[in-house]
């Protein structure tokens, strides 16, 4: 049964009907239109979905919509600000760190919620933090460059 859910995303509150146990992902892409969170595996295991929900990375196939009403959700659509490209959305561009680009949201995303809690990750640290986020086409070492460029950004000119 349908209920009505309000969700903080992207710095704007939504109304929205739906079963309380139905994925976020279904919400953000189908009611919303936010459709830069992709639908890979369904599972948790890829990352094609990640969201950040209280500032964390988390993969919103598996999220309830309920367990996600009272935290603010960022999309990759809420990373632009003012015209303004995140330093790591900037980076993916400049280092050409997507190929297919079908996980790029999703590694974005991710390296935005480890540049949150660590500022200067290490090489290992990135591996480590990104091994949920799965890229076909091959280009790991041009996002792992595309982190540490995003990182030298931020604590240069901040955001």
């Known amino acids: 049964m349908a209920k009505r859910i309000e969700l903080d995303i992207n710095g704007k509150r939504y109304p929205v009907d739906y079963p309380a146990d139905t994925a976020l992902l279904y919400v953000l ?5 936010l459709t830069g969170s992709k639908y890979g595996c369904g599972e948790g295991q890829c990352g094609a979905c990640t969201v950040l929900i209280g500032g964390a990375p988390r993969r919103s196939c598996q999220i309830p919509v309920s367990a996600a009403a009272a935290k603010p959700i960022t999309t990759i659509e809420g990373l632009e600000k003012d015209g303004r490209l ?4 900037q980076a993916f561009l400049d280092a050409g760190a997507f190929q297919c680009a079908y996980c790029t949201s999703g590694m974005i995303i991710s390296s935005v919620g480890l540049l949150q809690t660590n500022p200067n990750p290490s090489r290992a640290e990135i591996v480590q933090f990104l091994q949920g986020n799965v890229c076909r086409c091959g280009t790991h070492p041009r996002i792992i460059d595309a982190v540490q460029q995003a990182a030298k950004m931020i604590e240069e000119h901040g955001r």
């Open 86 to 89: 995140n330093p790591v959305q």
């Open 29 to 33: 892409r189908d009611e919303l239109g």
